[in-house]
């Protein structure tokens, strides 16, 4: 099957060149904010609170445990939305309501069916093993639907269609500069095998873990099915996501922590809170900083006296 047609977007008035280097900030559950190579992404986007619900099918709903780090409205300009499959804890209400509709949204087949309906009609959607291909300026990157499956044989049937993701960014027609592979809901199928064959140098895996049940079946990684992600994928970096936000996750993070420790991995697992920023590329060395906020400058929760420059009169 032919790779869709290239996604191309306009480089915004003074955008610095490509870099080598950039920044993923976690907001929440799946959602996150990645900055790289001249594009700004947003994966997944969760934005109601504590206490709301989300829908997961089947009259199926799910309770928020936390609160997102920061609001649709204080998102930087964004070039596209990155969506792994359509359950509510991965586009819910609040995306539904408040991105903008003409935002491109590279997906799959079934997600962009069901976006339409509701209103997002620039949806680029793209099949398994598909290459959905985005340049910007000089810059390019290239996004591979990798497999997933949501639930065990039968009950996937019945479940959302879901991909992981390959990001290849790179300078138009030059090496990709850096790889991150971003797992989706997905159980450790035989399928992902495939990954580290076509892919055998990934810099940065995100894992969607949480061992999510619904009605008792595991639908999302456990603590154990991460670890042998990692040892499978074998990226330089994995940093977990989507492990305690709904009350569905029933894997807490300590358990894949132990997994990892006694796996051997620690020194190549990093951990982040809602609100943290990791720095990523090739040449930064691996920082996690707190506090600063999506538009990567420090945000000030307690009111304007502790906002950077400003004081109170
Ligand atoms: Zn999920």
Redesign the pocket.
Known sequence: MADPVPLSLQPRGTEPAPVESGSLYFIGN?TVLLRLGGFTVLTDPSFIHKHEQTWLGYGLHTSRLTDPACAIADLPSLDFVLLSHF?G??FDQAAEDRLDRALPIVTTPQSAELLAGRGFANTWPVDRWQTQVVTKGRAELRITATPGHHGPPLVDAALPDVMGSLLEFSPTGGPPSFRLYITG?TLLIDDLEEIPRRYPEIDLALL?LGG?RVLGILV?MDAEQGVKCLQLVNPLRAVPI?FDDYDVFKSPLADFQEAVVAAGWADRVSYLDRGDTLSIGREAAVSVTPGLGPRGVPTSPRGPDTAAGLSTP
């Open positions: 799946a359950h804890d991965h809901d969607h999510t999302s989507h």
